[in-house]
């Protein structure tokens, strides 16, 4: 295993594991833990996709363990920074990586293959031996592939332990992606002349690399053949984020007034799904504490985090975005852009899939009259009714989806 000496390989949520017990469908379903090193669950997955590319192996320390991971020397430091995050929680803005190179720390997009690693960095590679000729041990063989080995610490602070820090950081930075917010259906001709982001060959490249090594996320509940899918965002979205984090407060206070009588309503007929743009840990965390974990009146499937969301350059600059893709891919045969609808208050996250995307007003300061999900209910109600096939074919964006006139299921 490349993550030797790992102190804790196995944390996934105690609600993933009570439902993988009493279902050996979802046993069979779910994933490794969101901090598995990805280096360990990517090798099959990756193929011969991954060997095309000469590739590089890290040998991390953190804090009192070593782990590992091998890229493509095509893939950049933010790629080597999202699987850090993937594995130790420390966000790729806080993560320090140190005694990788002499002097200034290489930017993001710095290809892995150019980076001038310091001599003290690298890692001398032993010699075959006959034992290591005949092993069968695929990770052996994938570091064997590597050119070189390189040896960093990481230094950072985990998602977990900064919640206090996040109510900064959290309420300045969703301030800013108001301003800078940008709606990818509502395009200017100018614009149009343009390659789409969900066309752009770099962006496809890019999700192709995230679903070869993301895809294995922690399942709690296994998709229901026959249903619809309902992506939702946690930020301001269904729950206040400022409220949320304050200790000082209860969390169900934070929840968007209609929450949970919206998703028992819809719940018959979605799988339901969020997607949150933070720590696998936090969102776990407080989604038990909206009561969202564990319902006795709805299952969530399945939670995803920032890890698998990548960048793209688009007319607001460089943002991340949440390609649902990523979720089609694993079940083809349940879930496609026909049957799943996004709810985010930024529409800028619906950038690889305009169609599906719905933008809510951002839940801020808590208002109880906010009716937001009363009326998403309804719509969610008249999307799941058997005449809609293709929920491509409507328009969810701006106030249209509030007027919609059809039967509710």
């Known amino acids: 295993m490349s993550a030797s000496k790992s102190e804790s390989t196995d944390r996934t949520s105690p609600q993933a594991s009570h439902n993988s017990s009493s279902?050996?469908?979802?046993?069979?379903?779910?994933?490794?833990?969101?901090?598995?090193?990805?280096?360990?669950?990517?090798?099959?997955?990756?193929?011969?996709?991954?060997?095309?590319?000469?590739?590089?192996a890290f040998s991390i320390k953190y804090q009192r363990t070593f782990l590992s991971a091998r890229l493509a020397e095509d893939e950049t430091v933010a790629d080597l920074k999202a699987i850090l995050f993937s594995m130790t929680d420390v966000p790729p803005e806080s993560q320090k990586l140190l005694g990788m190179v002499k002097g200034k720390q290489p930017s993001d997009e710095t290809h892995l293959g150019t980076i001038p690693y310091a001599p003290a960095a690298l890692r001398s590679r032993p010699a075959a031996t006959k034992a290591e000729n005949i092993t069968t041990d695929t990770a052996a063989d994938a570091d064997k592939a590597c050119k070189i080995t390189v040896q960093f610490t990481l230094l950072g602070t985990p998602e977990a332990s900064r919640f206090k820090d996040q109510i900064i950081h959290n309420?300045?930075?969703?301030?800013?992606?108001?301003?800078?917010?940008?709606?990818?259906?509502?395009?200017?001709?100018?614009?149009?002349?343009?390659?789409?982001?969900?066309?752009?060959?770099?962006?496809?490249?890019?999700?192709?690399?995230?679903?070869?090594?993301?895809?294995?996320?922690?399942?709690?509940?296994p998709p229901r053949p026959g249903k619809?899918?309902?992506?939702?965002?946690?930020?301001?979205?269904?729950?206040?984020?400022?409220?949320?984090?304050?200790?000082?407060?209860?969390?169900?206070?934070?929840?968007?007034?209609?929450?949970?009588?919206?998703?028992?309503?819809?719940?018959?007929?979605?799988?339901?799904?969020?997607?949150?743009?933070?720590?696998?840990?936090?969102?776990?965390?407080?989604?038990?504490?909206?009561?969202?974990?564990?319902?006795?009146?709805?299952?969530?499937?399945?939670?995803?985090?920032?890890?698998?969301?990548?960048?793209?350059?688009?007319?607001?600059?460089?943002?991340?975005?949440?390609?649902?893709e990523f979720i089609w891919r694993r079940w083809p045969e349940v879930y496609g852009r026909h049957n799943t609808i996004h709810i985010d208050d930024l529409s800028r996250n619906f950038a690889m899939n305009p169609r599906n995307g719905l933008k809510i007003k951002a839940y801020k300061d808590s208002p109880n009259f906010d009716t937001e999900f009363v009326a998403l209910r309804r719509y969610l109600l008249q999307l799941a009714h058997p005449s809609v096939t293709d929920f491509t074919k409507y328009e969810h964006m701006r106030s249209a989806w509030k007027h919609f006139q059809g039967p509710e299921v």
């Open 23 to 56: 279902s050996s469908k979802s046993s069979s379903e779910a994933g490794p833990s969101r901090l598995t090193p990805p280096s360990d669950r990517m090798d099959d997955d990756m193929g011969a996709d991954a060997s095309a590319a000469p590739m590089v």
């Open 171 to 221: 309420v300045s930075a969703t301030d800013q992606d108001a301003v800078q917010d940008l709606d990818y259906v509502d395009l200017t001709k100018k614009e149009e002349t343009k390659v789409k982001p969900h066309d752009d060959p770099k962006n496809l490249a890019k999700l192709e690399k995230t679903i070869q090594r993301f895809s294995d996320f922690p399942i709690i509940n």
């Open 228 to 324: 619809k899918l309902l992506v939702l965002d946690l930020d301001y979205c269904i729950a206040d984020t400022k409220r949320l984090l304050d200790p000082n407060s209860p969390a169900s206070l934070a929840a968007r007034p209609g929450l949970h009588e919206m998703l028992k309503a819809v719940y018959p007929y979605y799988d339901i799904c969020v997607w949150s743009q933070t720590s696998w840990r936090w969102l776990e965390i407080k989604l038990v504490e909206l009561n969202m974990l564990g319902n006795t009146d709805y299952n969530i499937s399945f939670v995803i985090d920032r890890t698998p969301m990548f960048k793209i350059h688009s007319a607001v600059g460089t943002h991340e975005v949440k390609a649902l």
